[in-house]
Nanobody, 119 residues
Framework: VQLAESGGGMVRPGGSLRLSCAAS????????MAWYRQAPGKERELVAR???????YYLSSVKGRFTIYRDNAKNTLQMLMSSLRPEDTVVYFC??????????????WGQGTQVTVTP
């Protein structure tokens, strides 16, 4: 299974970006999907997560600014990031819990995409 990310880039404070992630390979079902981020020298932190049923969780600092959503038919994940702040400048990673058959589930990561918020 591969997770392909896109949509990072550079934006001014207050601007918006949309991150996308597409899962491909031998997939029986994709369960939880999430976006994490990691700054240099810091631990990776959960930014937002969405269950297959659409239940969401957001890191408190992004609540009301970021929106996570998914398309179960296409095995894709997106996150719309609005009102971006300089402190949102980090590498963002797509994460997915994927069942490769009825019995086994594995966790997969994307390669990461850089988001830079600068005047």
């Amino acid at each position: 299974v591969q997770l392909a990310e896109s949509g990072g880039g550079m934006v001014r404070p207050g601007g918006s970006l949309r991150l996308s992630c597409a899962a491909s390979g031998i997939i029986y079902r994709v369960n939880n999907m999430a976006w994490y981020r990691q700054a240099p020298g810091k631990e990776r932190e959960l930014v937002a997560r969405i269950s297959r049923d659409g239940e969401t969780y957001y890191l408190s600092s992004v609540k009301g600014r970021f929106t996570i959503y998914r398309d179960n038919a296409k095995n894709t994940l997106q996150m719309l990031m609005s009102s971006l702040r300089p402190e949102d400048t980090v590498v963002y990673f797509c994460n997915a819990e994927v069942q490769v058959n009825q019995k086994y589930e594995f966790e997969y990561w994307g390669q990461g995409t850089q988001v830079t918020v600068t005047p």
